[in-house]
């Protein structure tokens, strides 16, 4: 039974992954220090043989007794809501806590994946985004607390790959939504589903025809599950390449939801991206990897959950 530990575990993606992991028969040690995680997320699984929680920073000292197969690292903020109000968290689990969970990875002579970012890329200057681009990134903006954090999360796994020889895996995750997301996060699908199950206006940001693409929560884990089980070091895109403007999106929100909400504009922030979309050519190649579920369908799960959140 490989043990598996995944930090921000309580979040919205590393619940799903020890969801996942766990029916792959891994034992699943979750740590989160709750600080953007909710343990409504997981509390299914407390009970259940070869799961553990454990409430603790990871930008302390992290000690597991036993042994360790895989670090899944995943302790972030990871929406705009957040990590504009928690600047210095961000940036120290980017870095403290990317350090110390590597540190832990070469103890334990365990497999470690980071969760990486789409943000890499910044408001890019090539389009479709792949691996190779370098990205077009404001460290100083408002936005660079999380952008550079990720990007020194990936250097420094680099770094105890090519010095310390340990065995490293980066995803780089475009938007995903589902199930658990929390409600008005600043993400734009949560936004919009919130305001519309509500009948409030959606706040489009700017005249909405910026660009995103969305993955489907289950199919960004199976992503992220097969970049692990594979022997690839280098950075993989793991995203829908399907991409829409924003307001195309507040659309289709407002036809599945039945709203009577109307789009409202407001101010465009500093250094939003004008487009995102990633090229999945390596996650095809390598990892014979790429979404399944439909935009339409995984809006409507999603809604699905959020009516019962919001009820």
Same mark, same amino acid.
């Not at 993989?236 to 507040?250: D, W």
């Given at each position: 039974?490989?043990?598996?530990?995944?930090?921000?575990?309580?979040?919205?993606?590393?619940?799903?992954? #020890? /969801? #996942?992991?766990? *029916?792959?028969?891994?034992?699943?040690?979750?740590?989160?220090?709750?600080?953007?995680?909710?343990?409504?997320?997981?509390?299914?699984? !407390?009970?259940?043989?070869?799961?553990?929680?454990?409430?603790?920073?990871?930008?302390?000292?992290?000690?597991?007794?036993?042994?360790?197969?895989?670090?899944?690292? !995943?302790?972030?903020?990871?929406?705009?809501?957040?990590?504009?109000?928690?600047?210095?968290?961000?940036? *120290?689990?980017?870095?403290?806590?990317?350090?110390? #969970?590597?540190?832990?990875?070469?103890?334990?002579?365990?497999?470690?994946?980071?969760? @990486?970012?789409?943000?890499?890329?910044?408001?890019?200057?090539?389009?479709?985004?792949?691996?190779?681009?370098?990205?077009?990134?404001?460290?100083?903006?408002?936005?660079?607390? =999380?952008?550079?954090? +990720?990007?020194?999360?990936?250097?420094?796994?680099? #770094? =105890?790959?090519? =010095?310390?020889?340990?065995?490293?895996?980066?995803?780089?995750?475009?938007?995903?939504?589902?199930?658990?997301?929390?409600?008005?996060?600043?993400?734009?699908? @949560?936004?919009?589903?919130?305001?519309?199950?509500?009948? +409030?206006?959606?706040?489009?940001?700017?005249?909405?025809?910026?660009?995103? @693409?969305?993955?489907?929560?289950?199919?960004?884990?199976?992503?992220?599950?097969?970049?692990?089980?594979?022997?690839?070091? !280098?950075?993989?895109?793991?995203?829908?390449?399907?991409?829409?403007?924003?307001?195309?999106?507040?659309?289709?929100?407002?036809?599945?939801?039945?709203? +009577?909400?109307?789009?409202?504009?407001?101010?465009?922030?500093?250094? /939003?991206?004008?487009?995102?979309?990633?090229?999945?050519?390596?996650?095809?190649?390598?990892? +014979?990897?790429?979404?399944?579920?439909?935009?339409?369908?995984?809006?409507?799960?999603?809604?699905? =959950? !959020?009516?019962?959140?919001?009820?």
């Amino acid at each position: 039974m490989p043990r598996t530990l995944i930090t921000g575990g309580a979040g919205f993606l590393g619940s799903h992954l #020890a /969801d #996942a992991l766990l *029916k792959r028969g891994h034992e699943v040690i979750c740590m989160d220090n709750l600080i953007t995680g909710d343990l409504r997320n997981i509390e299914h699984l !407390f009970g259940q043989e070869g799961f553990l929680f454990i409430n603790q920073d990871v930008t302390n000292y992290i000690h597991i007794p036993g042994e360790i197969d895989n670090i899944l690292h !995943f302790a972030s903020p990871a929406s705009p809501i957040d990590y504009l109000k928690l600047p210095i968290q961000t940036l *120290k689990v980017g870095s403290l806590g990317t350090h110390i #969970a590597l540190g832990l990875a070469k103890e334990k002579n365990a497999k470690f994946l980071i969760a @990486s970012t789409s943000e890499v890329y910044g408001d890019p200057l090539i389009h479709p985004q792949q691996e190779e681009y370098w990205g077009n990134v404001n460290p100083i903006g408002p936005r660079g607390v =999380y952008d550079e954090a +990720k990007r020194f999360a990936e250097a420094m796994t680099m #770094a =105890y790959h090519r =010095y310390h020889k340990v065995e490293t895996r980066i995803v780089r995750i475009f938007n995903t939504f589902g199930p658990r997301m929390r409600v008005m996060d600043g993400r734009v699908v @949560s936004t919009f589903i919130t305001q519309a199950l509500q009948n +409030k206006p959606l706040s489009v940001f700017g005249d909405g025809s910026q660009t995103r @693409s969305f993955c489907f929560v289950s199919d960004e884990v199976e992503g992220i599950i097969r970049l692990l089980e594979s022997d690839i070091n !280098f950075p993989v895109n793991i995203g829908n390449p399907f991409e829409m403007t924003v307001k195309q999106l507040g659309e289709l929100v407002l036809e599945l939801t039945g709203s +009577k909400s109307v789009i409202e504009y407001n101010e465009l922030p500093e250094d /939003d991206p004008k487009v995102r979309q990633p090229d999945i050519s390596k996650a095809k190649e390598y990892l +014979k990897w790429e979404p399944q579920v439909s935009l339409r369908d995984g809006l409507a799960k999603t809604i699905e =959950y !959020f009516k019962t959140v919001l009820d």
